[in-house]
């Protein structure tokens, strides 16, 4: 865990990838490793007091230079019967011309089990529910190899 962005960054130099879980919004410590980032996750609720937020974070990375492009959403927390909400969200999302993935993850106490076992999202019991967040996490790296590719190609 590290408490200063610095340190993270400079742990990022020794790592072929490094995860950072930061705030909702953009603090001295959320952009500078934005700048510095290939990819950057926000994950999203189908409400829009988390929704509205979560835009909002975006907006602000890019009117800080962060290339639209690196940025993609996840939209999370979908309860059962949610779906027409979480296409909305997803609509929403693109129509603020950001990117986001293709399905969503539904809320579901089998996720919070298998992190509670220090296990992760596609590792539940539950074959249908690690194939989701599969399929969500291979769109993710997919991604991350072409926004590391377009970075490379422009340097």
């Known amino acids: ?3 200063e962005p610095k340190t993270a ?6 790592a072929d990838i490094l995860i950072v879980d930061g705030k909702a919004f953009a603090d001295t410590h959320a ?3 934005a700048q510095k980032s290939d ?5 999203v609720g189908i409400s829009v007091d ?13 009117n800080k230079g962060i290339d639209r492009a690196s940025i993609v ?3 999370c927390r979908v309860p059962d019967k949610g779906d ?4 909305n969200t997803r609509a929403s999302i693109e129509a603020w011309n950001f990117s986001v993935v293709r399905g969503w993850i539904p809320m579901k106490s089998a996720y919070s089990q298998a992190m509670d076992k220090g296990l992760s999202f596609t590792e539940t019991p539950f074959k249908s529910l690690s194939d ?14 072409e926004q590391q590719t377009a970075k490379q190609g422009s340097a």
Do not use: G
Not at 9 to 14: I, T
Not at 39 to 43: A, E, V
Not at 84 to 87: C, D, L
């Open 31 to 33: 952009l500078p490793i």
């Open 132 to 145: 989701k967040t599969n399929k969500i996490i291979e769109q993710l790296f997919n991604k991350a190899i």
């Open 73 to 75: 959403f996840v939209v």
């Open 39 to 43: 990819l950057i996750i926000i994950p």
């Open 1 to 3: 865990m590290y408490s």
């Open 84 to 87: 027409k909400e979480a296409m």
């Open 9 to 14: 960054l400079k742990a990022a130099n020794n």
């Open 50 to 62: 988390d929704l509205e937020p979560s835009l909002k974070l975006a907006v602000e990375f890019v």
